[in-house]
């Protein structure tokens, strides 16, 4: 049964508003194509509004500025109270926007609450230095909010990326304009509901529905925006990063794509490494941008590897999202969808040998068999671009130096991992790689308690972690003339 739909408006100013224009879109079912719900498509006059909102609620005698710091750490765990309460209801309300496994959805969203809990106790953290100047100086250093905040996200975890995003900017001090991704609107909303209703001041929190161009760019363009969090890919980022420059200079943290390598060697236990490569490319439909779609494996275990790769995949349930032993959805859309099946041809016409899977599954959704590629090489397309899909790419390597240099041979740099017995393979491929985060004998594995963010194009910044509101902040000298007499 479908979980009913209860916001579908704009939410500006702690208050539910149309578009001005009084345009509108639909949000899909990925199972089906249906259409879920209809909510405004937000423009530049809206983000206006928003921007206003949250700069009057930013400013330095605004409610919100002149809460200590614990009682902005008190909202947050009430906003988190809230959000458990809701959790069979948002984990219901993702899965149906954007057709992640409910199962898989549970976990994300429980996870979720201990990182609203993480961020929120950040908040009177926050801490300046004191300075032994040269001269007659007392000087100290004030970290201090830096605004109003964009914050741009994407369709793969929308719920994830929210919390992220926004109790951290909320932590740190700041006010924020959400810009949910057009696919995925309606969990956004839901969010800001409960952001109301924990008591956070209006203004603080905005959510303007809309598409890239119009809300997007009205937003990263807007010169009383002062921070720009984006997440998506490394094309849109590189255009977000000339945005924020053109107006006013704006700070920027961009999560991007990856093209993530995992290296499994001859000594690895394959009863562990072959699962876990499946589940860092299979996970969400491979729609996640830390996925492990290059898998180097080493050349005396390459074949049986192999093997047991194509009956992992083979054996791998493909249902509706809401089946308790569905292991892989749909598709987030059909342009998706066409995106990954046109990288599966380009497999077959480079030569990669298809093991199993490649076809959709069925005429209605957007299902895609779990797929394999053996002999895959470097130059090909599929070991090159991020596909974002159900395509395990294996390639065959003779030691670890040659495996390092051809894992980092690459624009993206945001996750490596590595299964390997031999302790210090590990510690020399974690110091090599040039990722943002490396996995060893595991993959995915992560909390909120860890930095993540990415080398080279896969992004600039790093989210979670205890210096994760520093993105958020600016540092502020104070320098007081002593008297040489008292």
Known sequence: MAPEVKYTKLFINNEWVDAKSGKTFDTLSPHDGSVIATVPEGDKPDIDLAVSAAKAAFHRNSEWRLLDASARGRLLNKFADLFERDLAYLSELESYDNGMV???????????????????????????????????????????????????????????????????????????????????????????????EAGIPAGVVNVVTGYGPGAG??????????????????????LI?????????????????????????????????????????????????????RLFVQAGIYDKFVEKAVEFAKNRKVGHPNDSDTEQGPQIDDEMMN????????????????????????????????????????????AKEEIFGPVQSILKFDN????????????????????????????????????????????????VQLPFGGFKESGLGRENGVSCVDAYLEVKTVAITLPKKF
Not at 153 to 181: D, E, R, Y
Not at 224 to 238: P, Y
């Open 102 to 196: 409910l199962t898989m959805t549970y976990g994300f969203m429980s996870r979720a609450v201990n990182t609203i809990r993480y961020l929120a106790s950040l908040a009177d953290k926050i801490q300046g230095d004191t300075i032994p100047a040269d001269g007659d100086l007392f000087s100290y250093t004030l970290k201090q909010p830096i605004g109003v905040c964009g914050l741009i996200l994407p369709w793969n975890v929308p719920i994830l990326m929210f919390i992220n995003k926004v109790v951290t900017a909320l932590a740190a001090g700041c006010t924020v304009v959400v810009k949910p991704a057009e696919q995925t609107p309606l969990t956004a909303l839901a969010l800001a509901a409960l952001i109301k």
């Open 217 to 238: 760019t009205s937003l990263t363009h807007h010169p009383d925006v002062a921070k720009i969090s984006f997440t998506g890919s490394a094309e849109v980022g590189k």
């Open 241 to 293: 990063q000339q945005a924020a420059g053109k107006v006013n200079l704006k700070r920027v943290t961009l999560e991007l794509g990856g093209k993530s390598p995992l290296i499994i060697m001859d000594d690895a236990d394959l009863n562990v490494a072959v699962p876990a490569a499946a589940y860092g490319v299979f996970t969400h439909q491979g729609q996640i941008c830390i996925a492990a779609s």
């Open 339 to 382: 995106k990954v099946l046109g990288y599966i041809n380009k497999g077959k016409q480079e030569g990669a040998k298809l093991l199993t899977g490649g076809n959709r599954i069925g005429t209605t959704g957007y299902y895609i068999e779990p797929t394999v590629f053996a002999d895959v090489k470097d130059d090909m397309i599929i």
């Open 400 to 447: 670890l130096e040659e495996a390092l240099e051809r894992a980092n041979n690459t624009s993206y740099g945001l996750a490596a991992g590595i299964f390997t017995n031999n302790i210090n393979n590990a510690l020399q491929f974690a110091k090599h790689s040039e990722a943002g985060t490396v996995w060893v004998n595991n993959y995915l594995n992560g909390s």
